[in-house]
């Protein structure tokens, strides 16, 4: 995979705190969207190109049933030709995309590739629906809920993505699948090594591909230097527009704070929401429908530059 990002800073002086790994095994009480500081923010939004090509498909297992070929949005086959002196009927038939996406979820769950395989309970391929999600969100890595279980964005911070995802009118159980960089929690919920996200990025790469999300939603800080190849600080990569190629065509990514982050650090969920409503309103652009800038507890504004929703009157 290859890419470039935006290396342009925030028009305003915009922290950049390190978000550190997103799991923590404590619960905390999830302050009110209602005692949420309403704020303009006149900081513009910039749109950056990234990925100039498209990221490679996952390998799968080391000894593939098949080499499948991604193909454009809505191809569901690929088609690759026979070797010299190979009879049609012994091509392998390329996988479907349904056996594309069962292979792959068998591939994580049999993956050897780095040293995490010894320490995990179990592998966390992700949640939510990706036949019909038009969302895809990337956090970073499972925390000690989810190696127990085995399920992507459980406890208080799934709880609070739920949440935002749903006061803004998107429903996470039918538009959305959700996603770890890692698939395997690092010991401790230490800090992910390079070689270990090397390791999982081929599978990350195929969920986009199979997915094929209209927005990319990146939480937190190694999901958006993975995703966009950057090096950059959280604070220098969000409230703005990137985007990457899937295929043949751009998809646009927003990135924001990990929802754990926002557990500690209260003050910066007004930030996270401007953020969607950035990912909301380019999506409802794209799809020709109006902009419906959406406020916490049920309020809504209506028009105005997305991600900075007006200050109620």
Not at 200 to 217: S, T
Request: with cysteine.
């Amino acid at each position: 995979m290859s890419g470039s990002s935006s290396r342009e800073a925030h028009g305003n002086a915009v922290g950049e705190p390190d978000t550190g790994h997103p799991a923590w095994d404590e619960d905390q009480a999830l302050a009110s969207w209602d005692t949420e500081p309403w704020q303009d923010d006149s900081g513009l939004l910039v749109q950056i190109p990234v990925w100039d090509d498209a990221p490679p498909a996952a390998t799968g297992r080391q000894t593939p049933r098949t080499s499948p070929v991604a193909g454009s949005r809505g191809s569901g086959d690929a088609s690759a030709a026979a070797p010299a002196g190979m009879a049609d009927a012994d091509v392998p038939r390329p996988l479907t995309e349904a056996e594309r996406w069962i292979q792959l979820r068998e591939d994580v769950a049999d993956c050897r590739r780095c040293r995490l395989s010894q320490t995990r309970t179990h592998t966390v391929f992700g949640r939510g629906t990706p036949q019909q999600a038009r969302w895809l969100l990337i956090g970073e890595a499972p925390g000690a809920e989810e190696d127990r279980r085995g399920e992507a964005f459980v406890g208080q911070a799934g709880r609070l993505l739920d949440a935002m995802l749903d006061a803004a009118g998107i429903d996470p159980d039918a538009e959305v699948f959700i996603a770890n960089v890692l698939k395997c929690r690092p010991p401790g919920n230490r800090n992910p090594e390079r070689d270990e996200v090397a390791a999982c990025e081929p599978f990350l790469h195929e969920q986009i591909r199979l997915v094929k999300p209209d927005c990319i939603l990146l939480l937190g800080r190694f999901a958006a230097q993975s995703v966009l190849q950057s090096d950059l600080q959280i604070g220098r990569l969000r409230n703005k527009l990137h985007h990457i190629t899937l295929d043949d065509r751009q998809v646009p990514v927003v990135v924001t704070y990990h929802p754990a982050y926002l557990l500690r650090n209260q003050q910066d969920k007004l930030k996270a929401w401007e953020d969607l409503c950035l990912a909301l309103a380019t999506v409802t652009e794209a799809a020709g429908e109006p902009v419906t800038i959406p406020e916490p507890a049920g309020r809504r504004t209506t028009g105005g530059r997305a991600g900075s929703p007006r200050r109620p009157s």
